[in-house]
């Protein structure tokens, strides 16, 4: 399938016409081959370069400027006008501190998600809409469907499955997703390379971008160590026994198994099944105590949980789902586990699993779904046994 056939398949409902849509140039293939397909489709296609970070944004970690040249070169290719946008003060406000704030209360947050809703489909859109654009566009793997009985927009998942991203996406409501494209989102991640490369863009090689966008490739707890100070306390086990000392309950998240310096002590007894090899995880944080509970092995009682409570809540359709039995996400690479909303009011829900869910963290996003479509979540505030 030629890549003008591929496009034309694509918002079959929804031509451009002339019609002015601008597009989110990261510098990245997924979002130049969005580009791409747009102006295939007869849309006046601008791009804008969001230039969200300024701090030490010359070091070997940050990619931003490398970045801007790619885009600038794709817009070259494709045959379109790009603009370069500064967002960084209103990421710092909007998303940055909130990501500080979450940490220093011994959560982990998301700032993916964040970035997406305050950001890339708030200032960017306002942007965009300033610029007399119908649409906007990013090279997300996801869908968007206006449903023919409600009225409603709808948040799909991405065709690719191995690549979808409507959990980075369900904070976006009604407005933000009638002014939104994702072309992407009806491809294979291969498609979109094949399609990249078929039309020369120098980009179409270029690995995936991973992580949080402002750290990049950066160590972590070094990134954080400029920002939260340092609060040392015991490292214990599920019995007590102080195995180590941790660095900041901020530096450490529920799950994790690297980083904790303490490989080598093992269980005393080897309680819960764990072999003297068997690898430790943080179970808990108590910031009551500044302790570190941690547990050996990935079975640990204390690493699964078959309720959450979450907070913040946000759906695409403007209202709480009426179904009680749904999906869901707890964390973005995980496969879509059965649960029961057995609660949900205007600033809290109640989440029930048949199946145990591992390592479920406050700070991270509990995301519903109802088949293929993303109904909206919160912020995980607990989770219980």
Not at 40 to 60: A, H, L, P, R, T
Not at 167 to 177: D, G, I, K, T, V
Not at 338 to 358: I, N, Y
Request: include cysteine.
């Amino acid at each position: 399938m030629s890549s003008t056939n591929t496009a034309n398949k694509l918002q079959p409902s929804d031509h451009g016409m002339g019609r002015r849509v601008v597009v989110g140039l990261s510098g990245g293939v997924d979002s130049a081959v969005t580009a791409y397909l747009l102006k295939q489709q007869g849309y006046e296609v601008i791009g804008i370069f969001m230039k969200n970070w300024e701090d030490d944004d010359d070091s070997e970690y940050c990619s931003s400027n490398q970045d801007f040249l790619d885009a600038a070169a794709v817009a070259d290719v494709i045959g379109i006008d790009i603009e370069h946008v500064n967002f960084a003060s209103d990421y710092k406000d909007r998303v940055f501190a909130e990501f500080l704030r979450e940490y220093q209360a011994g959560r982990t947050p998301n700032p993916d998600i964040l970035c997406n809703a305050e950001i890339k489909f708030k200032a960017f859109l306002d942007h965009a809409m300033r610029l007399g654009a119908d649409k906007i566009a990013t090279g997300h793997y996801a869908r968007v469907r206006l449903n023919d009985t409600t009225q409603k927009y709808e948040l799909l998942k991405g065709l690719d499955a191995s690549k979808d991203q409507s959990y980075f996406l369900h904070r976006l409501n009604q407005a933000q997703l009638s002014k939104t494209l994702f072309p992407v989102g009806e491809l294979q991640k291969t498609e979109v390379r094949r399609i990249a490369d078929e039309i020369g863009l120098p980009n179409a090689k270029k690995k995936d971008s991973t992580g949080i966008c402002f750290i990049g490739e950066r160590p972590f707890r070094e990134f954080l160590n400029r920002y939260i100070a340092k609060e040392p306390g015991p490292i214990k086990n599920a019995q007590g026994r102080v195995l180590g000392t941790h660095q900041g309950l901020s530096f450490y998240t529920l799950g994790q198994r690297q980083g904790l310096g303490i490989g080598g002590v093992k269980e005393k007894g080897q309680q819960r099944g764990g072999g003297e090899h068997t690898p430790w995880f943080v179970a808990k944080k108590d910031l009551g105590q500044n302790t570190l509970w941690v547990v050996q092995g990935h079975d640990h009682p204390w690493l699964h949980s078959h309720a959450l409570t979450a907070d913040n809540l946000s759906w695409v359709a403007g209202d709480a789902p009426t179904a009680k039995i749904l999906n869901s996400k707890t964390r973005y690479r995980q496969a879509d586990s059965p649960c029961e909303l057995v609660r949900c009011d205007t600033d809290s829900m109640d989440l029930t699993f048949p199946q145990a869910q591992w390592a479920v963290t406050p700070g991270q996003s509990a995301v519903l779904y109802d088949g293929e479509v993303c109904l909206g979540g919160g912020v995980i505030k607990s989770a219980s046994a």
